[in-house]
Nanobody, 132 residues
Framework: EVQLVESGGGLVQAGGSLRLSCVASGRAFDEYAIGWFRQAPGKEREGVSCIRITPFDSSDGSTYYTTSAKGRFTISKDNGKNTVSLQMNNLKPEDTAVYYC????????????????????WGQGTQVTVSS
C-alpha cells in the first residue's frame, strides 16, 4: 500500500517561500497522479496542484494548478528520490493551512482530478503558517 510523508512546512512571513516535499513508498504501479491539497481551520479541504507521472516522462509530467496556486506555486518531481515537491512563492496569509499530498493511480490532472474523493492514499499533512 502506498505511504506518503510530507515535510517542509513551517512559519513564514507574507511574501516568503516554502518548499514542501512528498515522499512515497509502497507504490505498485508506475502511472499515477500526486495531488497537493490544503485545509484551513473551519474550511473544506481544497485542491492546490497536481502532477501526473508515467514511465514515459523524461522530465516533469503534466501538471495542473488551481486558481489559488497558479503563478505562485510550482509542482515538480524528483525521480531519483521518489519525491514530488511543491515550491510556494509569494505566500499570503490566506495560504495558511495544513497541506496534504495524496496519490491516485491512473488519474489525470485536471479540474476533476483535484477532487479529494479521487485519491485513496494520503499523507498526514504538514502545517504552513503565513504571518502578515
Amino acid at each position: 500500500e502506498v505511504q506518503l510523508v510530507e515535510s517542509g512546512g513551517g512559519l513564514v512571513q507574507a511574501g516568503g517561500s516554502l518548499r514542501l516535499s512528498c515522499v512515497a513508498s509502497g507504490r505498485a504501479f508506475d502511472e499515477y497522479a500526486i495531488g497537493w491539497f490544503r485545509q484551513a481551520p473551519g474550511k473544506e479541504r481544497e485542491g492546490v496542484s497536481c502532477i501526473r507521472i508515467t514511465p514515459f516522462d523524461s522530465s516533469d509530467g503534466s501538471t495542473y494548478y488551481t486558481t489559488s496556486a497558479k503563478g505562485r506555486f510550482t509542482i515538480s518531481k524528483d525521480n531519483g528520490k521518489n519525491t514530488v515537491s511543491l515550491q510556494m512563492n509569494n505566500l499570503k496569509p490566506e495560504d495558511t493551512a495544513v497541506y496534504y499530498c495524496a496519490e491516485a493511480y491512473y488519474l489525470y490532472c485536471s479540474d476533476s482530478g483535484m477532487v479529494r474523493d479521487q485519491y485513496p492514499y494520503w499523507g498526514q499533512g504538514t502545517q504552513v503558517t503565513v504571518s502578515s
